[in-house]
């Protein structure tokens, strides 16, 4: 039986204040999932946190709060550093190498360079390194500009606190994070020959085309197979590499970044997110934990 509407478009029981609070939560859901995502560096517990926002945020009084976007990015920031400190505590103990949960992005997600960056693979690491604060604080600072004002009521510190949490992060991220940048022209021309001695089977083909210092990470979570240290210089990943079957193998975007997603039996079995450096491979992340990989057949809709 379709539901009834009232004569201004509503369904009967619901009030203009609670119409008012879904299309504002609805026109900033994008954002707050990539906050949410950002300081959790999980998909999952991204959508567990939106969700809860929601269910806060529809018992707000929308009518007293000036600013929308402003309000639920606290309530997100807030809801998404209470479960990072609870779920550090499981990475702590997480069997081999821990890695971000893999979103597929559109390809115009690369042209905001400061986006792609952040929620890159590389970088995202770098922020596990972080304090919880000092991750939120380093994300709604660098990634989306926020004043500091509104980072401090976000984080319930200081204005003057978060600036200094602020250097601080961003000298500790500085220090890690990989070095150089480099250009979308180079970055497809690296993948495209690597994505060629991959599917070829090419052995000298990849040696050629990764860095000699190459690392891959594999993430199996202790479920399926993967190398519980990282795989390090261009002849061991290389060996690594030589067995994926090239008959499976999908070209796509991951976390702003190029891509191949590995098939097994029609479904997803590794996502292998690529970082060029220096017009070569220099790092390679697997994502193999099936556990990660319920967003890697949907593109996310991500933005700042």
């Known amino acids: 039986m379709t539901q009834q509407q009232t004569t201004d478009g509503r369904t009967p029981g619901t009030t203009p204040a609670a119409d008012a609070a879904t299309t504002s939560f609805v026109a900033h859901r994008n ?4 906050v949410a995502y950002e ?7 991204a959508e567990d946190v939106l969700q809860d926002t929601w269910l806060r945020w529809a018992d707000v009084d929308v009518a007293t709060v000036l600013d929308h976007r402003a309000y639920l990015v606290r309530m997100t920031t807030r809801r998404a550093l209470t479960r990072l400190r609870t779920v550090r505590r499981r990475r702590e103990s997480y069997a081999g190498p821990w890695l971000p949960e893999p979103l597929v992005t559109a390809p115009d997600v690369a042209d905001d360079v400061v986006l792609a960056d952040g929620v890159s693979m590389a970088v995202l690491l770098v922020l596990e390194t972080l304090a919880p604060t000092e991750r939120a604080v380093f994300v709604l600072r660098e990634v989306f500009a926020l004043e500091y004002g509104e980072i401090a009521e976000a984080v319930e510190k200081s204005p003057a606190a978060v600036r200094q949490i602020t250097h601080r992060a961003r000298s500790h991220v500085a220090a890690r994070r990989p070095r150089g940048t480099v250009s979308a022209a180079e970055s497809r021309e690296a993948f495209a020959a690597f994505r060629r001695a991959v599917t070829t089977g090419d052995l000298q083909g990849l040696l050629d085309v990764i860095a000699p210092d190459v690392v891959l990470l594999t993430d199996g979570g202790g479920v399926v197979q993967a190398a519980l240290e990282p795989v390090v210089g261009a002849r061991a990943v290389a060996a690594v590499l030589a067995r994926i079957d090239a008959g499976d193998v999908e070209t796509t975007e991951v976390n702003g970044q190029p891509a191949l997603v590995l098939r097994r039996d029609g479904a997803v079995d590794t996502v292998l997110a690529v970082r060029v450096a220096g017009g070569r491979v220099a ?4 994502v193999r934990n099936p556990d990660k990989l319920g967003h890697a057949g949907r593109t996310a809709d991500i933005r700042r």
């Open 31 to 34: 954002l707050l999932f990539t």
């Open 39 to 45: 300081v959790l560096g999980s998909a999952s517990d």
């Open 283 to 286: 790092g390679l992340y697997a």
